[in-house]
Structure formats: C-alpha cells, structure tokens
C-alpha cells in the first residue's frame, strides 16, 4: 500500500529560526514529490514540486531535497516568520502509471512564535 | 485568471440529509479531482472527472457520487449524510495530470 509519513508531526519554533520537516514514503513507481502549505481550514498551497531526478528545489526561504534511492524528503524552512504557521504536507504520486490520485501525508503542523 | 472556485465555503447538514458541492476548475484545466480531509488529517482522494466520467475512484462508499459538465465544472454529491462525513471537502483541478490546484474548500457539518 502507499504512504507517506511525515516528521514530527507538530513542532514549534521561535520566530528568526530555521526548521526541518521530513517524509518518508513507499509508493512506487515514483512519478514526483510535492510539498503543500495549509492554512487550517483551507486548500493546500503548492511549494515546490520535484521529479525523480531532481535533488533539490527552492521557492523563497523554502527549499525542498529529495533522495529518491532512500525515499526521502525533507522541507528547510529558512528565517522562519510567523505566517509561516500552517501544516506542510508531503504528497507524492505515481501519475502516469495508471493512477491518478495523490498520496498525501497526514501533514507536519508548524508553529512560529514570536 | 481565477483559480479553483468552491461552493458553498461552509454547510451544516442533518444526519441521513443529501448534499452537493461545487468546484469550478481553473481556467484551462479539465481534469476535477476530489479530496475528503477529516480534521488533523491529510486529504482522502474520493473521486477524479476527466471527459465528463469517473476515471479513477478512492476508497469510499457509492454514497458518494459524482459528475462533470462540459465546461469542466464538477458536482460532489453525498446521500445519507453520516456524521463520520464531517470534513473538508476539497477540490482540486489539472491539465490532465499537471498544475494541480486546489480550491480552499468547503467545509460540511454533519449534525
């Protein structure tokens, strides 16, 4: 079965830091990795998205790596701001293989305080 | 250029009550898919319209049904609303497979 697991599943930083968030996922075959901010009770926002050969991709003071041998994945946030409080979720998909639904994580929920 | 419209943004409905929800795509997508998010929870794929059929349908019961017009836009509807049906319900549009966009949704009460 496909998942995507997420870490930590809550986390809470001071304003100024940087921070982590990983995800681990087992779905194959493997089309590309995707990370998403989500303000409660609102739709996901697209970060970045990144195939298999991509390692690395950044958008702003976002910057997503992915390790496709290990199925890995991690978000940086740098020099957090409180906007940034929201869940990141991880999505990945194999579409174009005869799926075409997202497998989502259940999402990292991050908060920044000043 | 409009993104993903969802319609209503909030419902409140009576256990065993019907409903429907709305999604038009973004401008140029033709592909509909929908996402059922329960509370502290990622989104449960329900369903994906593409040329007005179900391409492809996720783990939930023929209570939840769906359709697509000819100008891309999608209805969910759900019979015999449960109060395990409480969420959010999500829209999301694409070229095909590309550009997923997701509306902000709509959340329903089930009471």
């Known amino acids: 079965k496909n998942q995507v697991e997420q870490s930590p599943q809550s986390l809470i930083i001071l304003e100024g830091k940087n921070c982590t968030l990983q995800?681990?996922?087992?779905?194959?075959?493997?089309?590309?990795l995707r990370w998403y901010k989500q303000d409660t009770g609102r739709g996901p926002v697209s970060l970045t998205i990144?195939?298999?050969?991509?390692n690395t991709k950044s958008n702003g003071r976002y910057t997503a790596t992915l390790d496709a041998d290990t199925k890995q994945s991690s978000l940086h946030i740098t020099a957090s701001q409180l906007s940034d409080s929201a869940s990141y979720i991880c999505?990945?998909?194999?579409?174009?293989?005869?799926?075409?639904?997202?497998?989502f994580g259940k999402g990292t929920k991050l908060s920044v305080i000043p | 250029d409009a993104g993903v419209t969802q319609s209503p943004t909030h419902l409140i409905k009576t256990r065993g009550q019907q409903v429907t929800l709305r999604c038009s795509p973004k401008?140029?997508?033709?592909?509909v898919s929908w996402y059922q998010q329960a509370l502290g929870q990622g989104p449960q794929f329900i369903f994906q319209?593409?040329?007005?059929?179900?391409?492809q349908r996720g783990n939930f019961p023929d209570r939840f049904s769906g359709h697509q017009f000819p100008n891309y836009s999608s209805e969910l509807n759900v019979n015999a609303l449960l109060l395990g049906d409480s969420a959010l319900y999500l829209c999301?549009?694409?070229?095909?497979?590309?550009?997923?966009?997701f509306g902000s949704g709509t959340r329903l009460t089930v009471v």
């Open positions: 319209y593409y040329e007005e059929e179900e391409r």
């Open positions: 995800c681990n996922y087992t779905v194959s075959p493997f089309s590309n």
């Open positions: 990144m195939t298999f050969s991509e």
């Open positions: 401008s140029g997508h033709d592909t």
């Open positions: 999505v990945v998909s194999d579409l174009g293989a005869g799926s075409y639904q997202l497998t």
């Open positions: 999301a549009s694409s070229f095909q497979n590309y550009g997923y966009t």
